[in-house]
């Protein structure tokens, strides 16, 4: 009985980081000082958790992504415990969640195994034959190849990385708080539902199912930076849906319910990003409209929410 309970327990010694930092978190004083978007963030990582310690016993990986929530917990409790530290305090104390993107990001490779979990590229790829007639990102650039639309389209991948921060220093560098606030908020859902999606529902995408275009597709500068990027940072089972569509989506529309003239300015890049990532097979097309669907959801879910006074 006592090497059963031994056994048993054993994957608890992990979990007593986010025990006891989950315990301070939701004392009911601290709850009323979270704004949402804190709250959004336990939420997720309670989950993540419990799939890391769920499959810990096969992954040991798995540990030190519960040592990154662990750790991430903390740094919550420490953002949301300041108070009075001047104005660039203020703004990282708004924008720090988008700083977490990164190391949840990269522990997600961890719980899943590093590329051994199971996925679900057959269901998503009978979709896509469903509502498309054909599988769009494989057959696309074969049928209407064009080097200058793979360079256009590989190229506006990297938008992505203009799109997500410019909304938030747009909307520090003019003071308007609410609407930073709002758009953390916004952006940051979208990427939790996301990697939710990525942790419980893995899709590996076409980057992995399929076999790489025709060299002279991607022969070109921006392609070549891509496939850099993707073979050092990519996180196998998460292509549905499209985080790096979801998460534009939602910038655009956040940069757009605080200022026209931003959301006019991200529109383009936005549209481009959203057909390359189909057009140059990094996505499933369902990947994109899923994408499109939740960071679209995600705007109207929040669009009233300009934290005045919330968590004050």
């Known amino acids: 009985m006592l090497c059963e309970a031994s056994a048993t327990s054993a994957p608890l010694r992990w979990m007593w980081p986010i025990r ?7 004392r009911p004083e601290s709850v009323r000082r979270f704004r949402t978007v804190d709250l959004l963030l336990f ?77 679900h590229d057959d269901l998503v790829r009978h979709w896509e034959r469903l509502l498309f007639g054909a599988e769009v990102s ?23 990385y203009v799109i ?7 909307f520090a560098l003019t003071g308007d708080l609410a609407s930073l606030r709002r758009s953390v908020l916004i952006i940051f859902s979208t990427f939790l539902v996301c ?20 060299p002279w597709f991607i022969a070109n500068g921006p392609a070549r930076l891509v496939y850099a990027t993707l073979s050092t940072g990519s996180s196998y089972g998460a292509a549905f849906p499209s985080s790096h ?31 390359g990532v189909v057009y140059c097979q990094m996505h499933y097309a369902v990947d994109a ?5 939740l960071g679209v959801g995600m705007a109207w879910v929040f669009r009233r929410k300009d934290g005045r006074t919330e968590g004050r």
Not at 20 to 26: E, H, N, P, S
Not at 142 to 160: I, L
Request: proline residues 6%; positive net charge; aromatic residues 12%.
């Open 245 to 275: 569509v979801a998460a534009t989506v939602a910038a655009a529309l956040a940069g757009w319910l605080g200022s026209r003239k931003l959301g006019i300015i991200l529109a383009i890049p936005t549209i481009l990003l959203t057909i």
């Open 138 to 160: 494989r057959v696309w650039w074969q049928e209407h190849g064009s080097r200058f639309w793979s360079t256009v389209f590989h190229a506006s991948y990297f938008s992505y």
């Open 20 to 26: 006891v930092l989950f315990g301070l978190a939701m």
């Open 289 to 293: 409209l899923a994408g499109i669907l």
């Open 164 to 170: 997500i921060p410019l909304p938030l220093a747009w």
């Open 43 to 119: 939420g997720f990582l309670a989950i993540a958790s419990s799939v890391a310690l769920l499959r810990i016993g096969e992954r040991p990986l798995a540990a030190w992504a519960l040592l990154t929530y662990a750790l991430v917990v903390g740094l919550v409790l420490l953002m949301t415990g300041q108070h009075g530290s001047g104005p660039l305090g203020r703004v990282v104390r708004e924008i720090y969640p988008l700083l977490l993107v990164v190391p949840i990001y990269s522990s997600l490779d961890l719980i899943n195994g590093i590329g051994q979990i199971r996925v």
């Open 195 to 214: 990697y939710a999606c990525f942790l419980l529902f893995p899709v590996a995408g076409p980057y992995y199912e399929f076999s790489r275009p025709a």
